[in-house]
T-cell receptor, first 113, second 115 residues
Framework: AQSVTQPDIHITVSEGASLELRCNYSYGATPYLFWYVQSPGQGLQLLLKYFSGDTLVQGIKGFEAEFKRSQSSFNLRKPSVHWSDAAEYFC???????????FGKGTTLSVSS | DAGVIQSPRHEVTEMGQEVTLRCKPI?????LFWYRQTMMRGLELLIYFNNNVPIDDSGMPEDRFSAKMPNASFSTLKIQPSEPRDSAVYFC?????????????FGPGTRLTVL
């Protein structure tokens, strides 16, 4: 069965510093991968997704993610974090059969000044 | 478009009471999803509909939970009777297509507290 692991429950980054949030998946075939962000009191918003092709995916708000099949990873990155990026981030996987998304437990990002 | 609308945003009830959560999907979206978010289990899919028909309800925890979609613009998730372990944030989402092709748009959620 598919599963998603986000090893870091909580990360604190200084404003202006770079960010990397880790995501590992378990899936037999080529996965479809997603990153969502949830701001306090809000629903989830899609940041980016990977289906196929270029393994480096660009998303909204300056985020990018890299798919590494050999490591079963899909880590989210941002070169310079802004205070408004403080939120909870979810990695998710979907299979080709089109079942709904399977989410990781999430990583809470705090941004210090 | 106003996005996915959920009501109420917060609900506090006592154990044994019936709870009804409501969702209005984005107009034109054929798929509607109900998720539950807890600290212990994270975000879990409960059920999803296609064109108002329930397709997969394997995530519904037990018979106390039921969901309906009487028309394309309205869905309910009902818990009867409610229990303290049902306390969670319940999200509704809608999409034009199933993932991965269809992006799911999430509502703001309903925070349910069962005392």
């Amino acid at each position: 069965a598919q599963s998603v692991t986000q090893p870091d429950i909580h990360i604190t980054v200084s404003e202006g510093a770079s960010l990397e949030l880790r995501c590992n998946y378990s899936y037999g075939a080529t996965p479809y991968l997603f990153w969502y962000v949830q701001s306090p009191g809000q629903g989830l918003q899609l940041l980016l997704k990977y289906f196929s092709g270029d393994t480096l995916v660009q998303g909204i708000k300056g985020f990018e993610a890299e798919f590494k099949r050999s490591q079963s990873s899909f880590n989210l990155r941002k070169p310079s974090v802004h205070w408004s990026d403080a939120a909870e981030y979810f990695c998710a996987v979907s299979n080709q059969a089109g079942t709904a998304l399977i989410f990781g437990k999430g990583t809470t990002l705090s941004v210090s000044s | 478009d106003a996005g996915v609308i959920q009501s109420p945003r917060h609900e506090v009830t006592e154990m044994g009471q019936e709870v009804t959560l409501r969702c209005k999907p984005i107009s034109g979206h054929d798929y509607l999803f109900w998720y539950r978010q807890t600290m212990m289990r994270g975000l879990e899919l409960l059920i999803y509909f296609n064109n108002n028909v329930p397709i997969d309800d394997s995530g519904m925890p037990e018979d106390r939970f039921s969901a309906k979609m009487p028309n394309a613009s309205f869905s309910t998730l009902k818990i009867q009777p409610s229990e303290p372990r049902d306390s969670a944030v319940y999200f509704c989402a809608s999409s034009l297509e199933l993932p991965p092709a269809g992006e799911q748009f999430f509502g703001p959620g309903t925070r349910l507290t069962v005392l």
